[in-house]
C-alpha cells in the first residue's frame, strides 16, 4: 500500500470507465477518498457506487470547486485524465482540434490554476497527468490527438520543474495501446500499432501506484517506450524514417 495516497483526497476525471475507472478503483483499494469525475452522470455514478466513493459529474474542466467541496475542503491527488482521442490529419476540421486542445490541455492549465494556490499554501499536493506515448512519440491517422498530447506532457513537465522545490509532485502517465473505448475508435491505425501490446486500464493504474512510490515523473506502463523515446531523441531522422514506414504500411493496409 502507498502510504501517500491513505486517506488522501482524489480526484479522478474521466473515471466513468477505462483507465480512469480503473485508477479511481486502485485509489479507493488504498484508502482514499475520491471523487469520481465523468461527463456521464450515470456512469460516473456507478463507478463511485462501486468503489464508496463520491459522484461529481460534468466538465473536468470546471468541477474542481465541487470536488474540493465534497472531499471535506481539501484535494491531495488530482488525476487530469478525461481526454479526446481526436483522429485526423491537418485537414481535421477547426472544432476538432479545438476540442482536443481543450480537453487534452486546457482542462489541466484550469485544474492546475484552481489547485495551486492552495497546495503551494501548504507545501504539497499531486497533480497526474494521463498523457499518451503519442505525447512522447506520436500517433500515426490522429495529428490533433498527438499534437495536444504533445502538449498535455509538456504542461506536466513545466510544473514539474517549477514547483517540486515547494512539495508539488507530478506523475505524466504515457501508456500506448490500452484496452479501452479510445482503443476501439482508433480504427485500422490503432489495430496495427497499438492493439497487438495493448494492456489492461488495470495495468496503467499499477503503473501509477509503483511510480508514486518510486517518487518518479515519467509512468510508463509499456516500458519499451522508454527505447523508442530515447531512440527519437538520439536520432530523429532515424525515428522519423521508421514512423513513415509504418505510415506507408498502414496506408497500403487501408487501400486494399
Known sequence: ??????????????????????????FAAGGARVVVNDLD????????????GIAVP????SIVAEAREALGGTVDVYCA???????????AEESAWA????????????????????????????FVSTVSAAGLL?????????????????FAEWLSLTYRHRGIKVHAICPQGVRTDMLDATGSAGDLVLRPTAIEPADVADALFKG???????????????????????DPDRWLRGMNRLQRQWEESTAR
Open 138 to 154: 506520436t500517433m500515426i491517422g490522429a495529428a490533433p490527438y498527438s499534437v495536444t498530447k504533445h502538449g498535455a506532457y509538456a
Open 1 to 26: 500500500m502507498v502510504e501517500a495516497v491513505q486517506d488522501a483526497g482524489v480526484v479522478v476525471t474521466g473515471a466513468g470507465g477505462g483507465i480512469g475507472a480503473a485508477l479511481a478503483r486502485r
Open 212 to 234: 508514486i512510490e518510486e517518487d518518479r515523473f515519467l509512468i510508463l506502463p509499456h516500458p519499451e517506450a522508454a527505447e523508442y523515446y530515447q531512440a527519437r531523441a538520439a
Open 41 to 52: 452522470a450515470g456512469r460516473a455514478k456507478a463507478v463511485a457506487d462501486e468503489i464508496g
Open 58 to 61: 460534468g466538465d473536468a474542466s
Open 99 to 126: 476540442l482536443a486542445w481543450d480537453v487534452n490541455v486546457m482542462a489541466h492549465v484550469r485544474a492546475a490554476h484552481e489547485l495551486l494556490p492552495d497546495w503551494l499554501e501548504r507545501g504539497s499536493g499531486r
Open 81 to 91: 485524465n478525461a481526454g479526446v482521442g481526436c483522429g485526423g490529419s491537418e485537414a
